[in-house]
């Protein structure tokens, strides 16, 4: 059986046709554009919405998947029966879900599906973070004396990733020891640890040693715990008199003051100069005298003790005249004898140059009063002078024409 060649070339267009109706359909596959979702982060116990987008749609539906492949939803309809997932919004174009109350178990990929030929699909990775537990303060649980070594351990689980710890003195951060992370067994999350080694001194007794946690699954601050910080110290000694200005025959008395940790309870009085007084009596902390005297002038000790050391210190006692009068400023005598005897002098100086200038005035009114009287040739005419007036002749006027 022969054919044209009429034939073959019918065969020929009719293959030409089938090829390009195949490019075509490759071009069109080509430049079709796939789903969109973005990546999403949330904590343990919240809540993550999952976004789908197509530009464009030929009544396909989309359809979202869990890291398992489970279909979650496929356009309105639910596929898994878990009531923490619920549909936001599906449109021909858009398909919106939120999962809440997310555990570390959600952790993963999720895909965005639409049934065109062919299937069409886009991942979005949801990161489930692990919340770190509040912080636990261990290693230390008695006073410690000062000079000593004292080593606090924090420690901090369920982070994921692994939590930063930072310690504090008070509001001033501390370096501590390179963290050391953990991870726990049966769950991909990190218990961490850190240390911190202090040398105390009596200036950290009652200070407030903190461990805070840093993790992007809380604020700053919301995970932190404090441990104050007890230091024992010896005792610094001061000797605080009833008066400043104690008085021949009042009554009077010293009291010795100690700020130690334990405080002070023994208290021991001495007199550096010998005994002392007959009439001082010794009260724990205050030496009492009943009626001062000046043969009670000396220089007095204390000395305390708290049972962690022992701290003294001395006061000078001087007894004043009962005659001596205290001013309520408290101002001394010399300085107001001072101001005193400078008023004096200006007054003084005041009172001469008003006599002085007093005494010049009276000569220069007894000079005029005489002035003209010693020229005159008889006594009349000196009277007349000296009174300063006229001889009572007119004065002789010319007159020129």
Same mark, same amino acid.
């Given at each position: 059986?022969?054919?044209?060649?009429?034939?073959?070339?019918?065969?020929?267009?009719?293959?030409?046709?089938?090829?390009?109706?195949?490019?075509?359909?490759?071009?069109?596959?080509?430049? %079709?554009?796939?789903?969109?979702?973005?990546?999403?982060?949330?904590?343990?116990?919240?809540?993550?919405?999952?976004?789908?987008?197509?530009?464009? /749609? @030929?009544?396909?539906?989309?359809?979202?998947?869990?890291?398992?492949?489970?279909?979650?939803?496929?356009?309105?309809?639910?596929?898994?029966?878990?009531?923490? %997932?619920?549909? +936001?919004?599906?449109?021909?174009?858009?398909?919106?879900?939120?999962?809440?109350?997310?555990?570390?178990?959600?952790?993963?990929?999720?895909?965005?599906? %639409?049934?065109?030929?062919?299937?069409?699909?886009?991942?979005?990775?949801?990161?489930?973070?692990?919340?770190?537990?509040? !912080?636990?303060?261990?290693?230390?649980?008695?006073?410690?004396?000062?000079?000593?070594?004292?080593?606090?351990?924090?420690?901090?689980?369920?982070?994921?990733?692994? =939590?930063?710890?930072?310690?504090?003195?008070?509001?001033?951060?501390?370096?501590?020891?390179?963290?050391?992370?953990?991870?726990?067994?049966?769950?991909?999350?990190?218990?961490?640890?850190?240390?911190?080694?202090?040398?105390?001194?009596?200036?950290?007794?009652?200070?407030?040693?903190?461990?805070?946690?840093?993790?992007? #699954?809380? =604020?700053?601050?919301?995970?932190?715990?404090?441990?104050?910080? #007890?230091?024992?110290?010896?005792?610094?000694?001061?000797?605080?008199?009833? #008066?400043?200005?104690?008085?021949?025959?009042?009554?009077?008395?010293?009291?010795? +003051?100690?700020?130690?940790?334990?405080?002070?309870?023994?208290?021991?009085?001495?007199?550096?100069?010998?005994?002392?007084?007959?009439?001082?009596?010794?009260?724990?902390?205050?030496?009492?005298?009943?009626?001062?005297?000046?043969?009670?002038?000396?220089?007095?000790?204390?000395?305390?003790?708290?049972?962690?050391?022992?701290?003294?210190?001395?006061?000078?006692?001087?007894?004043?005249? !009962?005659?001596?009068?205290?001013?309520?400023?408290?101002?001394?005598?010399?300085?107001?004898?001072?101001?005193?005897?400078?008023?004096?002098?200006?007054?003084?100086?005041?009172?001469?140059?008003?006599?002085?200038?007093? %005494?010049?005035?009276?000569?220069?009114?007894?000079?005029?009063?005489?002035?003209?009287? @010693? @020229?005159?040739?008889?006594?009349?005419?000196?009277?007349? /002078?000296?009174?300063?007036?006229?001889?009572?002749?007119? @004065?002789?006027?010319?007159?020129?024409?």
């Amino acid at each position: 059986m022969s054919f044209s060649k009429h034939h073959y070339l019918h065969i020929f267009y009719y293959d030409l046709l089938y090829f390009f109706k195949i490019l075509e359909t490759s071009v069109n596959v080509l430049i %079709i554009i796939p789903p969109v979702t973005q990546d999403e982060t949330v904590a343990v116990g919240g809540v993550v919405t999952l976004t789908c987008n197509v530009k464009e /749609n @030929d009544n396909s539906s989309l359809q979202w998947s869990n890291t398992a492949q489970q279909t979650l939803y496929f356009g309105e309809k639910r596929a898994l029966r878990d009531n923490r %997932i619920q549909l +936001v919004k599906s449109t021909g174009t858009e398909l919106i879900i939120t999962i809440s109350d997310v555990q570390l178990s959600d952790d993963g990929e999720y895909t965005c599906s %639409i049934f065109t030929m062919p299937v069409r699909t886009a991942r979005a990775t949801v990161t489930v973070l692990g919340v770190p537990g509040k !912080p636990v303060i261990t290693g230390f649980e008695d006073a410690v004396q000062e000079g000593g070594k004292v080593t606090f351990t924090c420690t901090s689980s369920g982070s994921k990733p692994p =939590a930063k710890l930072h310690w504090y003195r008070d509001q001033e951060e501390i370096q501590g020891r390179p963290d050391v992370v953990e991870s726990n067994p049966d769950e991909p999350t990190y218990t961490v640890t850190s240390e911190l080694t202090l040398t105390v001194t009596r200036n950290d007794n009652n200070a407030l040693i903190a461990c805070a946690v840093d993790h992007p #699954s809380i =604020a700053n601050g919301d995970k932190r715990t404090e441990r104050p910080l #007890s230091v024992l110290f010896s005792p610094s000694v001061s000797i605080q008199p009833e #008066s400043d200005l104690p008085r021949e025959g009042e009554k009077f008395f010293l009291q010795c +003051v100690g700020n130690g940790n334990p405080e002070p309870t023994a208290f021991v009085w001495r007199r550096k100069d010998g005994e002392l007084p007959p009439m001082a009596k010794v009260d724990d902390a205050f030496l009492h005298f009943e009626s001062l005297n000046k043969s009670d002038n000396g220089v007095y000790e204390c000395q305390a003790d708290n049972g962690i050391g022992m701290g003294d210190v001395t006061h000078t006692l001087l007894v004043q005249d !009962p005659t001596v009068i205290t001013t309520p400023s408290g101002v001394d005598h010399a300085v107001i004898g001072g101001v005193v005897a400078v008023i004096v002098f200006i007054m003084l100086c005041l009172l001469i140059v008003l006599g002085r200038y007093l %005494i010049r005035h009276k000569g220069t009114y007894l000079t005029h009063e005489a002035k003209g009287s @010693d @020229d005159a040739p008889d006594a009349d005419t000196a009277i007349i /002078n000296a009174e300063g007036g006229h001889s009572g002749m007119d @004065d002789k006027k010319e007159y020129f024409i």
